[in-house]
């Protein structure tokens, strides 16, 4: 009796390890945002590297899909009524919500519109069904409502949530808030940092020649106010110009009324040969690799500083927030305050020191890599 019991209980461990594992990795990913698209990059190849069978749930699954090759969902939104993604969390070993600024409050406190409570809903099936909820490399806005922090402490301070904050700030607050609650909270850089991991054998190949190159600034520009800083921009790409530099443009962020508008609020053909790179959805090689071209980028974003500095491509930023001032900061990046940017001249962001943000990023996709091997302990481990 003891030995079929014994021999019953190995075929089940047989099974469980002879089935694949099922994660959900849930985001705003799509064709907005070339960021995003790249966290969910890395994301998605971490897992399946490590043998996970992935799913993306998404705000456009045929762009993923055809980006990323691997299935999707449609991401929940109450605005349209897309609540299917809740019914499919059952199917999930774990469910991830990876990357961005996904804690991130609608201006208007409400249980059912945002980033923020979109995640509390899924963390609340999640809950229901005993199924672990990570949310991995995500930052956090601070202050909360009320009735934000009341769903955190509910939906989110249960023994199945992990959280993996991808800023001091972030976690410092969200400790703070669910402070006395069952679950987890980690500290972790921003997933993107893994990047070089694992990017194609051409565009990798293509990075050894990034100290080679001939001379070509990337602007990456959002908008700026005052306006006087787009043109302070321009200024900078006509210097560019004049020292040999073939200047190009090209945005990260390409939903209507964002970082399209720049184009028409100040005039970039005054800089000789200036052309917009294609803003089209392009895959994360894609987006790797145009910037790899670059001698030099100038930007006013993060994810496009950060993919440069990975593959050791020289960024310098413009801090238009605080949010800005503080990535920039934290990865040694050089960067100038648009308050100060009229005293800016190219051959200050020329002679500016570069190394370190490089050595940086090199540390910060070690840091990256721990806090996958976290969500993998959370989801499987502690489960």
Avoid at 31 to 51: E, P, R, V
Avoid at 62 to 74: A, N, Q, R, V, W
Avoid at 179 to 185: D, E, L, T, W
Wanted: neutral net charge; proline residues 5%; contains cysteine.
């Amino acid at each position: 009796m003891i030995q079929n019991r014994f021999m019953w209980l190995i075929m089940m461990l047989r099974n469980n390890l002879a089935r694949k594992r099922r994660v959900l990795l849930d985001g705003p990913y799509g064709y907005a945002n070339l960021g995003d698209n790249a966290i969910a990059y890395c994301m998605s190849s971490f897992l399946t590297k490590a043998g996970i069978d992935v799913t993306i749930s998404c705000l456009n699954p045929d762009y993923i899909e055809k980006s990323i090759g691997l299935p999707t969902l449609p991401i929940l939104d109450f605005k349209t009524l897309s609540t299917s993604v809740l019914k499919a969390i059952g199917e999930f070993d774990a469910i991830i919500v990876g990357g961005g600024q996904q804690l991130q409050e609608h201006p208007v406190p409400n249980p059912f519109f945002g980033m923020f409570s979109r995640v509390c809903h899924m963390a609340r099936v999640a809950k229901a069904l005993n199924v672990p909820f990570i949310a991995w490399s995500v930052g956090m806005d601070w202050p909360l409502s009320p009735l934000a922090r009341l769903m955190a402490r509910h939906y989110l301070g249960s023994d199945n949530v992990t959280l993996i904050l991808r800023d001091g700030k972030s976690y410092d607050h969200a400790c703070s808030m669910l402070a006395g609650k069952s679950c987890r909270i980690l500290h972790s850089k921003d997933a993107v940092f893994m990047l070089a991991n694992f990017l194609s054998d051409d565009v990798t190949r293509s990075t050894e020649l990034n100290f080679t190159r001939n001379k070509r600034l990337i602007v990456s520009p959002s908008i700026i106010k005052p306006q006087q800083g787009l043109r302070k921009m321009v200024e900078l790409c006509e210097e560019a110009a004049q020292l040999g530099y073939e200047v190009k443009g090209w945005h990260s962020e390409i939903r209507p009324g964002y970082d399209l508008k720049v184009r028409e609020m100040v005039d970039w053909g005054t800089i000789p040969g200036f052309e917009w790179l294609p803003p089209n959805p392009i895959d994360t090689n894609e987006v790797a690799s145009l910037l790899s071209s670059a001698s030099l980028l100038l930007t006013t974003r993060m994810h496009p500083a950060i993919i440069a500095v990975a593959q050791g491509v020289p960024a310098y930023g413009i801090a238009t927030n605080l949010k800005m001032r503080s990535v920039f900061d934290e990865l040694s990046m050089p960067y100038t305050n648009t308050e100060d940017l009229e005293a800016l001249n190219f051959h200050d962001i020329v002679e500016s020191q570069f190394e370190k943000s490089f050595s940086m990023a090199q540390q910060f996709s070690a840091n990256a890599e721990l806090g996958g091997e976290q969500v993998l302990k959370a989801a499987f481990v502690d489960a």
